[in-house]
């Protein structure tokens, strides 16, 4: 598994850029205990804790033994941008069973998934966005008398117009199947066979522009295009 999360942290680095962080990422012990992490200090990363790490982002990494979905829960955000730097990352033992198995390509991009919600394609980090919610998400009823729900960030629709061929496109559609809640995912009857479907249908899922697009947009990164 280790192999896998560097090979996955390697692909997002060659993808996007960020601002370096000014200052340490400190972690409270007490943090740590109630999320199950660390119970005692002398077994814990004592950097972490003090003086701290001079890292961009912590994502602390978990396993339990139930469930089949790695799963991602963002919890400290920078105070000047809002972008999220501690975050903790669940793996299921069934899928940490599965490394090895001819597996390992479908694994990485479960990884990357989750990596792309923490990074912001996540809809507790969409009111973040220049301009918060009214210039990242657009909901209207389209001619089925149906609620679809679109990102109409710059970069993303100018990307869908080009790909589309339609200069009158509103965004990009979320997935619709939330109804309490926005999607943190493409639709998939627009992108299907991109990774960040809800469902990853294909062990061959495409990393698309219009996820760069979207990352670049939240106006955290810059992202170099494949």
């Known amino acids: 598994m280790s192999l896998l999360l560097n090979s996955t942290l390697n692909d997002i680095r060659k993808l996007i850029n960020v601002n370096h962080l000014n200052y340490p990422i400190k972690l409270d012990l007490n943090f740590l205990k109630d999320n199950n992490i660390c119970f005692d200090e002398r077994r814990c990363d004592s950097d972490l804790i003090s003086p701290g790490v001079f890292y961009d982002l912590v994502v602390i990494l978990t396993m339990n033994s139930i469930g089949s979905y790695i799963t991602s829960e963002n919890f400290f955000k920078d105070s ?3 972008r ?23 694994i990485k991009l479960l990884l990357l998934h989750q990596f792309t919600h923490i990074l ?7 009111q973040y966005f220049p301009g918060g ?30 790909y589309y ?3 009158n496109i509103i965004g990009l559609e979320l997935e ?6 926005i999607s943190s995912h493409w639709e998939a009857r627009i992108l299907l066979g991109e990774y960040m479907n809800s469902i990853i249908y294909n062990p061959e899922a495409a990393i ?11 106006g955290w990164y810059t992202v170099n295009y494949y």
Not at 135 to 150: E, H, L, M, P
Not at 176 to 181: A, F, L, T, V
Not at 208 to 218: G, I, K, Q, R, Y
């Open 176 to 181: 619709d199947q939330e109804e309490d809640h």
């Open 133 to 162: 919610l009214k210039d990242t998400i657009k909901t209207q009823v389209d001619s089925r008398g149906v609620n679809r729900t679109y990102i109409i960030t710059p970069k993303v629709v100018q990307l869908a117009k080009k």
């Open 208 to 218: 698309s522009e219009f996820t760069l697009a979207l990352l670049e947009d939240s």
């Open 165 to 167: 061929n339609c200069d």
């Open 84 to 106: 999220t730097i501690v975050s903790i990352l669940t793996i299921p033992s069934s899928i940490i069973n599965m490394v090895g198995t001819n597996s390992d390509h479908y």
């Open 120 to 126: 912001g394609f996540e809809s507790n980090s969409f």
């Open 80 to 82: 000047s941008t809002n």
